[in-house]
C-alpha cells in the first residue's frame, strides 16, 4: 500500500528527495514516518510528521537535525522526505510507514523500502 522512490547512490554532501505513495489510503489524514536500517545495525526513525489536525509536529534525531525535512503534496498523495547534506552514516535501506494513530504509535503499514547509499 506505500511505495517508496527516489534513492540511489549519492556523494558525500549531495542531496536526495526520497517519495512515499499511497494507492488506498489518503496520507494527508495519517501521520507518516520514515525508518532506515543499515546493515548490521537496529532500525532508526529518522523522521515523523503528525496530521495536520495535530499540528503537523515532525519528530527526528539528533543526527538528521537541519538536514532532514519531510513534507506533503496532497494532491499528489505523496509524502517526501528531503535529505541533504548526507553524510557516509546515511547510507541504509529507507522505508516509510504509518503508525496506527500518531508518531508514538506501533507502525503497522509498511513500504517495501529502497537503497540509499551515499559514497564517494
Known sequence: Q???SGGGL???GG???LSCTASEIMLE???IGWFRQAPGKEREGVMCVETDKH???TYYPDSVKDRF???RDNTKNTVYLQMNNLKLE???EYHCALPAGSCDDEYTVWGQGLQVT???
Open 15 to 17: 542531496s536526495l528527495r
Open 69 to 71: 525535512s519531510i513534507s
Open 2 to 4: 506505500l511505495v517508496e
Open 55 to 57: 499540528g503537523g509536529k
Open 10 to 12: 549519492v556523494q558525500p
Open 118 to 120: 551515499v559514497s564517494s
Open 90 to 92: 546515511d547510507t541504509a
Open 29 to 31: 489524514n495519517v501521520a
